[in-house]
């Protein structure tokens, strides 16, 4: 059974870099995309982008320019950061496996439990 | 950009069938995942590939696609389905509908 989980600060101040790191653990991370989604309180989910075991890594076009991921397959992790953040990117982080489903799309069959980050001075 | 649109919220009676649309344009010629998401909780894989039904979810939850609206039916509504659920396409990254949020009254 895959699991993953998310770590990093849950309090970050205006204008800095946003880091979180994703734990793989019950599988391989040397197959499959892995992603980041996010979701503001009491509102719907925001595909941040993935990576995959190569490096290879595709961003959300709305936030491409803010948005940097990595993975490291010895330690079983990837990682996401968001550089000068605003209020706007409060919220709760997702680390989910993406595997593709044949159009060029993706599916999300497992996910992190989620770790809130809240942007305030 | 492409959007994906879903009602904020259906309502259903225990036992009978819900129905859970997502629009978008020609969405027929994408695959649509739906997931399902209890308060406080990840997101739950519930469909892929439109009528793909993962493992270890109930039969009463099917899918269909077809024109511009793909539709999640629970039949039997239990109380334990009632969540948020939102649907997801591809294109050219990937789209999430607004959410449904289910209530089995």
Redesign the interface.
């Known amino acids: 059974q895959v699991q993953l989980q998310e770590s990093g600060p849950g309090l970050v101040k205006p204008s800095e870099t946003l880091s979180l790191t994703c734990t793989v653990s019950g599988g391989s991370i040397s197959s499959d995309y892995w ?1 980041w ?1 996010r979701q503001p309180a009491g509102k ?4 941040l982008g993935r990576i995959y075991n190569s490096g290879l890594t ?1 961003y ?3 936030l491409k320019s803010r948005v940097t991921m990595s993975i490291d397959t010895s330690k079983h992790q990837f990682s996401l950061k968001v550089n000068s953040v605003t209020a706007a990117d409060t919220g709760v982080y ?1 680390c989910a496996r993406g595997r593709p ?9 497992y ?4 770790t809130l980050v809240a942007v305030s001075s | 950009s492409y959007e994906l649109i879903q009602p904020p919220s259906v309502a259903v009676s225990p036992g009978q069938t819900a129905s859970i649309p997502c629009s978008g344009d020609k969405l027929e010629y994408r695959y649509v995942c739906w997931y399902q998401q209890k308060q406080g909780q990840s997101p739950v894989l519930v469909m892929s590939r439109d009528s793909e039904r993962p493992s270890g979810i109930p039969e009463r939850f099917s899918g269909s696609n077809s024109g511009n609206t793909a539709t999640l039916t629970i039949s039997e509504t239990q109380a334990e389905d009632e969540a948020d659920y939102f649907c997801q396409a591809w294109d050219r990254s990937v789209v999430f509908g607004g959410g449904t949020k289910l209530t089995v009254l």
Do not use: K
């Not at chain 1, 719907?44 to 595909?47: Q, V």
């Not at chain 1, 489903?101 to 069959?109: A, C, N, Q, W």
């Not at chain 1, 996910?111 to 989620?114: C, D, F």
């Open positions: 992603n989604i719907g989910l925001e595909w595709t959300n076009p709305s997702f489903t044949g159009d060029s799309g993706v599916l999300f069959d996910w992190g439990q989620g």
